[in-house]
């Protein structure tokens, strides 16, 4: 039996590594793989991925490969594993089979180094695949050293990579951007579920509006979610984003229009005299703040549909359309003709955009209160748009 080992940290695994498997598995015609996280030393446990988590986002990652499995050797050992180490208890369970061992181009290129190299190149042949697609002929030349000086059995391997690196995905899922297209959709679900990396998890953001707002706008604020995520999955929008964007939207809610405008001050949020004239906008401007600021979420989509839901603006997105219609017809909605914009969203959600916007226009009259120009904008692109 020819038998691969692919290693690693996978904090979390990304595409890139599910495409390196597979190729490594086809290419060295392997009859098993198994994938070994490494195990975290003690003094790095805090602050850390769980070991926990990092064996079931490798399990979700590669379950689907053929002949890969996970194996939990280094993670159960508890602290750093040296891969001889793990190679020698390999060997030891299946002494007639031959085992290859999967090498990114960093560790290849840092393999002279590796504690035990010698012995490691008795127990196993080495398969290198590039990384980044331009550094061919250094792994050759680091292959031929290795073979030269060790004795290594080195193989380099065509492969076209895909770019990406754990690191690269943490810091996209920290700042907040889609990491959705970097890691396998099973792997983004359990992030998310978890709150894993800085990821803003339902939940939290959930517990964070319980604490902040009445219940009544609490009840809101999920209707608004929950709608939103109707609509998304309807009109083909990102679901996650919708929820996050309708949880979120009236973040601020509980400040006075005088607070909304000291928190504008306090913290440089710009202000026109527009706003001033429709001081019930404001808390749009800072809950967008507020979302970027303190739950640091850069996604612009939902910073957007934030920003707008109350004034609406030319040339609004699918999602910006979305919670602006999910504020005027979630559940908790109760005022006489709901059911009728209910339906107009089911149908066409253009039409209810444009529907609910001419309400609110008229009743902005009737209350004699200004109308923000970014809404009168709203209905003059409308206007041009349907003729
Ligand atoms: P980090 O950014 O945290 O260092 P990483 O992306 O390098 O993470 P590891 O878990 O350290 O991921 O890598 C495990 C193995 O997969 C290593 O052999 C590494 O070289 C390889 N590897 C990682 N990313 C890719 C990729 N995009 N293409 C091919 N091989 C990769
Ligand atoms: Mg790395």
Redesign the pocket.
């Known amino acids: 039996m020819k038998i691969g080992v692919?290693?690693?940290?996978?904090?979390p695994?990304?595409n890139?590594?599910v495409?390196?498997l597979e190729v490594f598995a086809e290419k060295c015609g392997l009859d098993r793989v198994f994938v070994i996280p490494t195990g975290t030393p003690p003094h790095k446990a805090a602050g850390n991925t769980s070991d926990t988590d990092r064996l079931e986002m490798a399990r979700l990652a590669f379950g689907h490969v053929k002949n890969a499995e996970v194996c939990d050797y280094e993670v159960k050992k508890c602290g750093k594993s040296y891969s001889v180490e793990t190679l020698e208890w390999l060997k030891t369970q299946y002494p007639n089979d031959s085992i290859t061992l999967?090498?990114?181009?960093?560790?290849l290129l840092s393999f002279h180094k590796w504690y035990k190299v010698e012995r490691i190149f008795q127990l196993c042949s080495v398969a290198a695949?590039?990384?980044t697609g331009d550094d061919r002929a250094a792994l050759d030349e680091q292959a031929k050293m290795l073979r030269e000086k060790f004795g290594g059995n080195v193989s380099v391997y065509d492969?076209e990579?895909?770019?990406?690196?754990?690191?690269?995905?943490?810091n996209s899922i920290n700042g907040g951007l889609d990491f959705s297209a970097l890691v396998p959709e099973s792997v983004a679900e359990y992030i998310r579920f978890n709150g894993l990396y800085g990821c803003i998890n339902i939940e939290n953001a959930k517990e964070l509006l319980r604490s902040r707002l009445p219940a009544k706008r609490f009840e809101h604020c999920l209707g608004v979610a929950k709608t939103a995520v109707y609509l998304a999955e309807k009109y083909g929008a990102d679901k996650r984003k919708a929820e996050i964007a309708g949880l979120l939207h009236d973040v601020t809610k509980n400040l006075s229009n005088s607070e909304q405008i000291d928190f504008c001050t306090e913290n440089d949020v710009p202000l026109d005299e527009n706003d001033l004239a429709s001081p019930q906008v404001i808390h749009a401007k800072t809950a967008e703040f507020f979302v970027r600021d303190t739950l640091k979420i850069t996604d612009d989509e939902i910073l957007s549909a934030i920003r707008y839901h109350t004034t609406g603006h030319a040339g609004m997105s699918l999602l910006d359309k979305i919670i602006y219609v999910s504020d005027f017809i979630e559940p908790n909605r109760d005022y006489s003709d709901v059911d009728h914009y209910r339906a107009l969203a089911d149908n066409d959600l253009d039409n209810a955009l444009f529907e609910g916007l001419k309400w609110i226009i008229c009743n902005t009259i009737t209350k004699n209160i200004a109308i923000h120009p970014d809404t009168i904008e709203m209905y003059n692109y409308i206007i041009n748009e349907r003729t």
């Open positions: 692919f290693g690693g940290t996978f904090d695994p990304h890139g590594h495409a390196a999967y090498t990114g181009s960093d560790m695949f590039s990384r492969f990579p895909l770019a990406i690196s754990s690191t690269s995905v943490r």
